[in-house]
C-alpha cells in the first residue's frame, strides 16, 4: 500500500487565537463558536451548538481580537464556507474590518 503525503497549500500563514466568536449566516441565525486558527484569507471556528452550515454558504463571523486585554479589538468578515467538519467551520473571507459592526450586524452592499 502506497502513502501519500498531504501537502497543504496555504495562501497566509495561520495563528493559533482562541477567542469567542459569533457566526451568522444570512437568514440571520447565530452560533455561538471559538476560533480555532485565523489568517489573513480565512478563520477556522469550532461552533458550540452546530447549524446548517453547508459549504459554499455566506456567512459573517465576529471576533474581539486580543490588541490590548482591557481593550479587545473588534473585527468582522464575510465568508464563504469552504469546509464543515462536525463541529469545525472552516471559511475564506471575501471583505472584512476592524470596528464594530453597528446593529444589524450585515454590510449593506
Not at 486580543?66 to 462536525?86: C, F, H, N, Q, S
Amino acid at each position: 500500500m502506497m502513502e501519500t503525503n498531504r501537502i497543504e497549500k496555504r495562501r497566509a500563514p495561520r495563528f493559533p487565537i482562541p477567542v469567542p466568536a459569533i457566526v451568522r449566516d444570512a437568514s440571520g441565525q447565530t452560533a455561538r463558536a471559538t476560533v480555532v486558527n485565523i489568517s489573513s484569507s480565512g478563520i477556522l471556528v469550532k461552533v458550540e451548538e452546530p447549524l446548517a452550515f453547508a459549504p459554499a454558504d455566506e456567512v459573517m463571523i465576529e471576533v474581539d481580537l486580543p490588541d490590548d486585554p482591557e481593550k479587545p479589538l473588534p473585527a468582522w468578515g464575510i465568508a464563504k464556507v469552504v469546509r464543515v467538519e462536525g463541529s469545525r467551520i472552516a471559511v475564506e473571507l471575501t471583505s472584512a474590518g476592524f470596528h464594530p459592526l453597528p446593529p444589524p450586524h450585515w454590510p449593506e452592499e
